[in-house]
DNA sequence: CTAGGACCTCAAGCTAACTTGAGGTCAAGA
DNA sequence: TCTTGACCTCAAGTTAGCTTGAGGTCCTAG
């Protein structure tokens, strides 16, 4: 074990140690570093210390990552927090507000998908065109692109 | 316009049109057919023509793929209904049931997400590790790998 | 003091999901 | 008939998100 974790907790965290906990591989960490949605102390021997505060960072990527939110996206949202220690209120506040709109968003669009798969079993509509979510006449072709029956929201 | 759409419904698109309405580029429709996850059929000047159903199947895919699925999970499930048309009853149900479990898993992230951003507003746990979500004590560190708070399951 | 496991950097490689480009065909109006 | 835009194939390029490997350093137990 790398510092002294024998007895009591120790303060900073190894790269190895942090992998083990997060459950992601070392080049992984090394690669967030690099792309800003980490950061280390280095010590004298240049050696990587993450503060404790790195896992839940690490957790809130992989989560964000999972339902589909891009490194970018999720770096922009961190970034908004001061890299070291302690946020402010307001950085919270910021940082929430962006995406709470964002989740939203994508459980309605979850929500949408296990809701057209409910009311399709035993219709079929998805390749036989004929169920209550059918569009009639097709008459949605010219409201511009995209799917619109089942898209909450498109990306720019 | 390519057949005859002029009046009443043509009961084929063309790969433009397809494009057109379903938001997605006759590059991408082409790179899903190679993938198996759409089909058509050709006329006799070798021309794609897409059965009417074809759209919702790309409205599914763009949908799944926004919330994080993969295409090749997407193609499993698609590959569950017959390709042409008219998918049984049983073929739905089964689709349904799969998609549900991992639709369901995904929601439930999405949603401890949101709620650790709404429990942390002006507390800031995520980068001072102090409030109700907190690990006391990093307990949790014995028990595998992975982000034990936030993730709900990780798959294999 | 020395062995070996944990770390370091940097470059290159890999998969998914597309896009772009070259070179050629099809089809419908002027 | 000619032309123009929609279409075709196939190969190669692109971006994101990592992983792998080579070559070298750190540090702790024996």
Redesign the pocket.
């Known amino acids: 074990m790398?510092?002294g974790a024998k007895h009591g907790l120790p303060t900073t965290l190894?790269?190895?140690?942090v992998?083990r906990r997060s459950g992601?591989?070392?080049?992984?960490l090394?690669?967030y570093e690099t792309k800003g949605l980490i950061r280390s102390e280095r010590?004298?021997?240049?050696?990587?210390r993450y503060a404790r505060a790195v896992l839940r960072r690490v957790s809130f990527i992989r989560v964000a990552?999972r339902v589909g939110i891009?490194?970018?996206d999720i770096a922009t949202a961190l970034a908004a927090l001061p890299p070291g220690e302690a946020p402010s209120r307001r950085d919270w506040t910021r940082l929430s507000a962006q995406w709470r709109a964002e989740l939203d968003e994508r459980m309605a669009q979850l929500k949408k998908l296990r809701d057209t798969l409910d009311d399709c079993i035993g219709c079929g509509c998805l390749s036989i065109d004929r169920c209550r979510l059918r569009n009639p006449g097709d008459r949605l072709a010219s409201e511009g692109a995209g799917p619109r029956r089942l898209l909450v929201k498109q990306r720019p």
């Not at 190894?14 to 140690?17: K, N, Y």
């Open positions: 790398t510092q190894g790269v190895g140690e992998a992601v591989a070392v080049s992984t090394h690669f010590t004298v021997g240049n050696q990587r990552q891009s490194l970018a």
